[in-house]
């Protein structure tokens, strides 16, 4: 018999000794931090009090977390039920709860259907039947995709007409969210968001590190972005690209793959390790092919699978 009640921030130790529990048992380690956690605890748009689940067992382990996440002002909700390796009967008690919410929060933005999201590693055989006996159909497919520094890589040579700008000052963030709307807009499951939402997630996450962000202009214009952080700093030692976008009319003029060699460059003047990133494979440019050809290697695959609700 297990107590469910709501999470809050404090719970953030506890929740990632679960995680790391089921990721260990599933890919052979933890693939979060504590912050991780705090970070999901804390995001906009999840509200505690509604959207997440904690399950403890009568002496108090904790061995279930599940949750719904709003995604924008859209139809799409992201979810997850994480229960310890060993515990049975878990998963079939706090799936209905949240697919009720999800459903809820499709109606309360005014959506008749809602889309549901919940990322799945390859590995995880026994989680991939779960969501395919609750309805669930493949969507798409990221890969983790990574490269080692072993000492200091020359930056490349900015193409002619080209400048690099951080993210310091709020003139240069407002024109990267526009190159990261425009430049994602058909991406699988991107979803349009205001500049304030766009900031302010952004804000709210440990790993954020404004001065990793880099906008490209050419000739003065806007042209494509790259957006670094923190994420994979404490477990893997690798700086992270978060986003890379290239503006439909810049493509095709080597600014992605400039812009991913600046970056290793600078990760490996910051000590880091790598660098790593994650492509949908079924990405509407060619940026599987342009992360293979820098030099950069498949270390995990996660499956997105999704259902429609009614």
């Not at 399950?55 to 310890?84: F, K, M």
């Not at 159909?137 to 990221?142: A, H, I, Q, R, V």
């Not at 050419?218 to 972005?225: E, F, K, S, T």
């Amino acid at each position: 018999m297990h107590t469910i009640r709501r999470p809050r921030v404090d719970d953030a130790a506890a929740i990632h000794e679960l995680v790391a529990a089921s990721d260990t048992a599933v890919i052979g380690a933890a693939d979060s931090t504590l912050e991780d956690i705090t970070d999901e605890l804390v995001e906009p748009g999840f509200d505690r009090e509604r959207d997440g689940w904690l399950a403890h067992d009568a002496g108090g382990r904790l061995d279930g977390w599940a949750w719904a996440c709003r995604n924008g002002d859209s139809d799409l909700v992201d979810v997850e039920v994480v229960v310890r390796p060993g515990v049975d009967g878990l998963a079939e008690e706090l799936w209905p709860t949240v697919l009720a919410r999800a459903a809820e929060l499709g109606k309360e933005r005014g959506h008749d259907t809602v889309t549901l999201h919940i990322g799945v590693y390859r590995a995880d055989g026994g989680k991939r039947a779960r969501v395919e006996a609750l309805g669930f159909e493949p969507g798409t497919s990221f890969h983790r995709m990574r490269i080692d520094h072993d000492g200091p890589i020359e930056p490349p040579a900015a193409p002619p007409g080209l400048t690099l700008h951080s993210g310091g000052s709020d003139e240069v963030r407002r024109e990267a969210h526009r190159v990261h709307q425009e430049g994602f807009a058909e991406h699988f499951g991107f979803v349009q968001v205001s500049y304030e939402q766009w900031y302010e997630r952004r804000q709210a996450s440990s790993s954020t590190d404004w001065s990793q962000l880099t906008l490209a202009r050419l000739d003065g214009r806007p042209a494509a972005l790259l957006v670094g952080n923190d994420q994979f700093l404490l477990d893997e030692g690798c700086g992270y690209v978060a986003t890379l976008a290239v503006l439909p009319e810049y493509r095709g003029r080597g600014l992605g793959r400039f812009l991913l060699r600046h970056a290793f460059a600078a990760d490996a003047a910051r000590g880091r390790k790598g660098t790593i990133l994650h492509v949908d494979s079924n990405n509407t440019t060619p940026a599987l092919g342009l992360y293979e050809s820098a030099g950069m290697r498949l270390v995990m695959a996660i499956d997105v699978w999704q259902r429609r609700l009614p």
